[in-house]
């Protein structure tokens, strides 16, 4: 009982947190004189309510969090933060009289907290700025993980933090630091995070872009989280200039801050090679760009080349990289252009990115193991352990990558059949849970990019709603919670 309110007393500590960053809508709002006034400034003092009394009935129960609380801590934070993050919305659309759901409220909380990117909302040019603000702020927070920021700002928890950290940080080697505190290793994370969200921020502005847009923009692309301010996304700019900065950024954010950090510490670009996610993303993504580029000019799409490679290329990179921008429908495309667009996101983006998925170190370890079983096939005697860059992978990493993927195709296939057996289509259930559980965005049909999930019904909501969770957590995180042994004291 005593973790467990110590468990609960930092939650509190991060719902704190969590309500101060209603401040910046709010002061938007407050300045601007706009509609959201109201919604953020009584969400703020909820917030701050329900947050001080959890505060209050545990603050004194203190204690070193051990594994099986840092797994259920990330996970009531993420499913107790979108609930405060709601509030705003559901706040606003009832006081302009047009009440959104508590469902639809929720999933657009869930979504911009998970980077995810899929939206319930249209008119998005006509809601207040403060609103679309929030919007992306919770994009720009979720991108690295509110927990991560926790330990980074607040040594004053008193508890350890690897646990939480561990349990919350997506990719399958999650013990190397690049510090000797994890305090230090999250705040360097968030120092390379922030720096390289002021440089796209003053990119965007650079290329023309109001500073409202810049920031709104710049939070969703370093989040990859793709909410935009206009119901079009980049078609309402139709500037190359614009597209171009998206697509940079989007592509770092895509590759592990951890190697931006050892690269900046080492003054070199010698870590990008030495990382074994790095050259293999970015040939990837650009080189399926190149492909669907290609293919739109061979099929008549694009009479233009060059029209062919801009659209081509900035939404396959969108769309791999688990942003979910779009500067054109590309679902009215031949099918097989987004069917493989969508099928990327499930595995391009590094561990340790604002990217959702997989993860493309899972696919080379995979490939790895299957060369090896081929080779133990043909040799039964040898002995050969999967290498990276001539390290030696542990045996219980491979073992969690497989279990990872097996729950990953096993989730993948349950949560389709539940939406088909809600009366949605098989291609499109497909693509919505595929989109959901890769944290992309946009799926096809009218769940595409110049579409929205208002369609669904609650049922269809709330299972969009957890594959957006069980993605962004990894799957096992959640699940754990729900086996025997994790009660058992």
């Not at 703020?44 to 603050?59: E, M, P, Y």
Request: hydrophobic content about 55%; some cysteine.
């Amino acid at each position: 009982m005593k973790r467990l309110l110590a468990t609960f007393h930092v939650l509190s500590l991060t719902m704190l947190v969590f309500a101060l960053t209603m401040l910046i809508p709010l002061g938007v709002a407050f300045f601007g004189g706009d509609a959201g006034l109201n919604a953020f400034s009584r969400g703020f003092l909820l917030a701050l309510v329900i947050g001080g009394l959890l505060w209050a009935g545990t603050r004194h129960a203190r204690s070193e969090l051990h594994a099986r609380d840092g797994f259920l801590l990330v996970v009531i934070v993420w499913v107790g933060l979108p609930l405060l993050a709601a509030i705003p919305f559901l706040l606003y659309f009832h006081n302009a009289g047009m009440p959104l759901s508590f469902t639809e409220a929720y999933f657009e909380a869930m979504s911009g907290l998970t980077s995810t990117g899929a939206t319930v909302l249209t008119g998005l040019e006509h809601l207040p700025e403060s609103i679309n603000l929030w919007r992306a702020t919770l994009v720009w927070i979720g991108g690295m993980g509110i927990l991560v920021l926790a330990v980074a700002i607040l040594p004053l928890l008193g508890v350890g933090g690897h646990q939480v950290v561990r349990a919350e940080t997506p990719g399958p080697m999650k013990d190397e630091r690049l510090t000797p505190r994890i305090a230090s290793t999250a705040k360097a994370l968030y120092a390379v995070y922030f720096g390289m969200s002021i440089i796209c921020l003053f990119a965007y502005r650079a290329v023309g872009l109001p500073w409202f847009e810049a920031w709104c923009h710049m939070a969703t692309t370093m989040g990859l989280g793709g909410f935009s301010t206009w119901d079009e996304g980049f078609a309402h700019f139709d500037s190359v200039a614009v597209e171009l900065v998206a697509m940079v950024f989007m592509l770092l954010s895509g590759i592990s801050f951890a190697t931006h950090f050892n690269a900046l510490r080492q003054r070199s670009g010698h870590a990008y090679l030495l990382c074994p996610q790095t050259l293999p993303y970015l040939g990837l993504v650009l080189g399926t760009g190149l492909l669907i580029s290609a293919f739109l000019y061979a099929e008549g799409v694009y009479r233009d080349p060059l029209l062919a490679l801009r659209y081509g290329m900035f939404n396959t990179i969108s769309v791999a990289t688990t942003t979910g921008y779009a500067n054109v429908d590309y679902t009215a495309w031949p099918l097989f252009a987004p069917l493989t667009m969508l099928l990327l996101s499930a595995f391009a983006t590094s561990a340790g990115s604002t990217g959702g998925g997989v993860k493309i170190i899972r696919v080379i370890l995979l490939i790895k193991q299957a060369r090896n079983e081929l080779v133990t096939m043909l040799h039964p005697h040898a002995v050969s352990p999967v290498r990276i860059h001539g390290r030696v992978i542990d045996s219980r990493v491979m073992s969690s990558v497989l279990a990872f993927m097996l729950v990953y195709g096993l989730s993948l296939a349950l949560l389709t059949a539940i939406l088909m057996l809600s009366g949605m289509d098989p291609v499109l259930a497909f693509s919505a849970v595929m989109a959901m559980i890769n944290n992309t965005g946009p799926a096809l049909g009218p769940l595409g990019p110049m579409g929205s999930f208002a369609t669904l019904n609650d049922f269809q909501t709330w299972v969009c709603t957890f594959a957006m969770l069980i993605g962004r957590l990894e799957f096992l995180t959640v699940l754990v919670l729900f086996t025997p042994m994790f009660w058992r004291k």
